[in-house]
Structure formats: C-alpha cells, structure tokens
C-alpha cells in the first residue's frame, strides 16, 4: 500500500514537472514585445532591433528642403514598426529626400528570416547607383537599424518615393525613450 502511494506521489510530481516546463517553453518561445518588430500591416518581424541611433546619416543623404514635418516639430506616429510605437507622439530629428525600401533578409548572425522590415533608404545599400532599385532586387545592406543587419543579402520587397524622417519617441508602452529611430515616411506620420 505504501507502494503504491510513493509510486503514484512520484507520478504525480513528474507529469506536474512536466506540464510546467511545457508552460516555461510555451514563454520563451514565443515571440515577446523585446524580439519582435510589427509593421502598419500586422506583420510580425524578427527583432532584437536597436530602436535608438547615433544619429549618423550617410554622407549622400539629401536634406529635404521643405518637408511636411519640419526638423523640431511634433507629430503622432501613424504606423507600428515595433510595440508602443503607433499613437506616440514624435519629434522630428531629420527629414530627407530619399527612396525608402521594405526588404527581406536573413540576419548575418543567424535567426529566422527578417520579412518586409520597414524601412532601408538608398543610401544603405552597398552599390545601389543612383537609380531606384525595384521589387525582387537582391541588395546588400549598409543599415545597421537591427543586429545582423549589416552585411546582410536582401530582397527588396517595396518601395516609395518619399521623405523619411528620423524622430525622438517614447512608446506608448512606457519605457526608455527612442532617439534618431531611424526610418518613419511621410505618410507614416500625422499632425500633432
């Protein structure tokens, strides 16, 4: 009888210890606000992205001149590249002239496929010319806006036209403030 109760107490205590570590697996598998980027279109992305930059622009990068949102000026966040980020208010940082690129690529650190990340500007692509590159180009990435990013061979999946903007944010979420996220369009942003 003692048996019997040891054998099924410890029965008991392995099936818990399991359906716990399932539980723990279930977490960490998951895709968590700190590893993943969506997009305006719901679409999840691979993260680890570093949502602040130094503010370094590339040295061809034509300044706007009379963009919509002007340097200084405030503006609410229409699009969602990353968690807190849509609805928040934004200071532009910098407004350019540029063609803006939605590209797929595999990190070169390894990890799942990055699709439709929003946005790579011509002047991040390793020889781009001075021609828009179109949909299904393979390119090599200059930005460095996520971990294994540059260096990484792309698929361009969109582009358009546009000024793109560099902003100061913080999310909607709560957290660290975001300074010279860099890219949001024109049409991404709204009047404050």
């Excluded at 205590?13 to 980027?37: I, K, P, Q, R, W």
Aim: glycine letters at 8%.
């Amino acid at each position: 009888m003692l048996n019997k109760k040891l054998i099924m107490g410890i029965v008991s205590l392995l099936l818990l210890l399991m359906v716990l570590a399932c539980g723990d697996n279930l977490n960490t598998d998951s895709n968590t606000e700190e590893n993943v980027e969506i997009d305006d279109d719901s679409n999840m992305e691979h993260g680890d992205m570093d949502h602040s930059s130094s503010g370094e622009v590339p040295e061809d990068l034509k300044t706007a001149e009379d963009p919509t949102f002007e340097v200084g000026s405030q503006a609410i966040i229409q699009t969602g590249h990353m968690e807190g980020m849509q609805g928040a208010e934004a200071t532009i940082v910098g407004a350019y002239d540029t063609t803006a690129y939605a590209v797929s690529y595999t990190p070169t650190t390894g990890g799942e496929r990055v699709e439709n990340h929003k946005w790579v500007i011509h002047e991040e692509i390793v020889d781009a010319g001075e021609n828009k590159l179109d949909p299904g180009t393979e390119v090599i990435l200059e930005a460095d806006h996520m971990q294994g990013m540059e260096g990484a061979t792309a698929e361009i999946v969109s582009v358009e036209e546009t000024t793109v903007y560099m902003i100061d944010f913080t999310p909607t979420t709560g957290g660290e403030a975001v300074e010279n996220h860099k890219w949001v369009t024109e049409s991404e942003l709204a009047l404050n």
